[in-house]
C-alpha cells in the first residue's frame, strides 16, 4: 500500500526557510517522478516542484531561485527546501508520488504540511 507522509510544515517570518519532507513507502521513490504542490485556501492547486525519473527538476516561476527539491534514495524520502519565503506562499503543501513517471494513471499524495509565512 503506497502512504506519503508530509512534514516540517510550520510558521514563520518572511525571509525564513523551511525544509518539507515526504516520507514513502509501499514502492521506492528512486526513478520516479514526484512533485511538489500546493493549495491556498480559495485556490486552486499549484504545481512547485517537480523531480523527475531521470533526477531532472521543474519549478514554478514564483519558487525558482528560492526552492529546491531533492530525493533521497537511501530514506525513501522527498524534500523541500524553501528559502526565502513570502507571505504567498502560505498554503497547505502536499507530495505527489506513485511507481512510474508524473503522467501515470494512478498517483498518490498525503495529508499535507501547512506552512505560514508571516510579513
Known amino acids: 500500500q503506497v502512504q506519503l507522509v508530509e512534514s516540517g510544515g510550520g510558521s514563520v517570518q518572511t525571509g525564513g526557510s523551511l525544509r518539507l519532507s515526504c516520507a514513502a513507502s509501499g514502492y521506492t521513490v528512486s526513478s520516479t517522478c514526484m512533485i511538489w504542490f500546493r493549495q491556498a485556501p480559495g485556490k486552486g492547486r499549484e504545481e512547485v516542484a517537480r523531480i523527475g525519473t531521470d533526477g531532472s527538476t521543474r519549478y514554478a516561476d514564483s519558487v525558482k531561485g528560492r526552492f529546491t527539491i531533492s530525493k533521497d534514495n537511501a530514506k525513501n524520502t522527498l524534500f523541500l527546501q524553501m528559502n526565502s519565503l513570502k507571505p504567498e506562499d502560505s498554503a497547505m503543501y502536499y507530495c505527489?508520488?506513485?511507481?512510474?513517471?508524473?503522467?501515470?494513471?494512478?498517483?498518490?499524495w498525503g495529508q499535507g504540511t501547512q506552512v505560514t509565512v508571516s510579513s
Open positions: 505527489e508520488g506513485g511507481p512510474g513517471n508524473c503522467n501515470s494513471a494512478i498517483r498518490y
